[in-house]
């Protein structure tokens, strides 16, 4: 009688199957990837059921994933994936820059370029807040003409390329520094917003108990010539969800104190002049690192 | 200054995001799922631009899928997982019934039920093979009644659904055991063929130097009432790609030597009397275990 074929046996034919890749990389991005996937197999015991509801999970992504819906995108982020990716990518041994977090699926490059101080909403969108800040160098140098290319969404949940009644270039923009390495710009408070949960990763979250929910924030990418680009939120300490980000993006250094202003203040800045209310505002500093030589 | 995040506080923060999910099993595929896929990220440091690509053939791999063309199937056949999903699923403790392998994505249900000696093929489609044996329990009692769903490729490589030309019925079928267990059909032999390789499988497999190539072999269910089904292949042990299957489906216990008969064989089936020349023979019994309790 012919001996049996084992699991291993399986696992070693594939091994084996990429030990001539001629592009070495993808030969061992392929070996660890069969190894990892099959010591799950292995581990889960998974049944022809469950691969077939996999086999069922994995089409209907493909299938609403289009030019404007990344599903797998989501993926990567609520399994975690795109935040480990990111910090892999963007170890800082000097332990001083500030930290990146996620891109996500919103960013749209080639916002316009607006001025010191000027509004980011294009129509009323929510709370009026002032944000401002400077970019520094690791040794505390301000950076002047360091580009902030800045997204977020409004009091709709939305951003501007979700939003098909919203202008083109609603909530987003890009700012440079001043000689001081300073910025500002007058926005809306973010708020929370799910992320899309109609599709496959929606029912997963809520067949695991957990929520679609992100914590509001505001995106940044700050570059400047020289330096190491980062790709960042700004986060509202306060926000709901904050210690429950659906994408894992919350990292304690980016969390930020929103201050309440009375309408009364004598602080108002003069970007404020059309509103007689109350307003918000925010500091935040960054750093960067140099460039790789 | 705020400690910074870790990769491994990100993988900790999925993990936990999965701690209270109410299907418990749902729950441990997911925890599961994290750690390896956290694991494989880590293990090979994978880039930004690499997470990009896989997106991308992500993205691909769901866009080529459509009801004819299973590309999520071929992946898990051409990194071994449906054949270790198919072993884990088929351990034979007893270790004597036959052995199955993967399905593969051109079973079609309801093939016409044909009688013994009957032929498979409905135009030519190659050289004549007369397959023939005995369904067996693993006790070693013939099975009468037992079905055997039979389909194949022929000469042109391609299985009938793949055919736009082929009749629907080409090249498969049904056949129920006689009473002493035994079975015979006249077929074609079948040639080695490969998986479809325009598509991102297809392009992983160029690009590691693997090639989509499966050995010749015809597939078969066998059914009997009170037994454990098994989906197997019987395959040509001579056959060309027979120690490099495309999908790691080859089990050394599912080969079989085909017998060459000049035309002179005086043991010529009935069923060949309309062909002259040489043809092919093929013995195989198939044995089942019972079904469990």
Redesign the interface.
Known sequence: ???????DD??A??LA??A????ER?????R?????????????????E??RAA?GV??D???I?TGTR?E??LW?DA???????????NR?PA??AT?STVQGPFYVPGSPLRAYGDRLDERPAGEPLWVHGTVRSLDGRPLAGAELDVWQNGDNELYAVQDADAPENHLRGRFLTMDDGGYAFLTVRPTPYPIPYDGPVGH?LS????HPWRPAHIHVIVRAAGYRPVTTHVFDRESKHID?DAV?AV???LLRDLTAHPASDPGRPAALSDHAGPWWSLASDFVLAPAPA
Chains 1, 2 share one sequence.
């Open positions: 009688m012919t001996e049996r074929t084992t699991p399986i696992t034919a594939v199957s990429f001539r890749s001629p592009d993808l030969g061992t991005l392929m660890a990837l069969t190894t990892h996937l099959h010591a799950f197999v292995k581990e889960v015991g998974l049944t022809e469950e691969w086999i994995l089409t992504t493909g299938h994933t990344q797998w995108i990567s399994l975690g994936v795109s935040m480990l990716v990111d910090a892999l990518a800082d332990g001083r930290e997963m067949a695991t108990g957990r429950g894992f990292k304690p250094s």
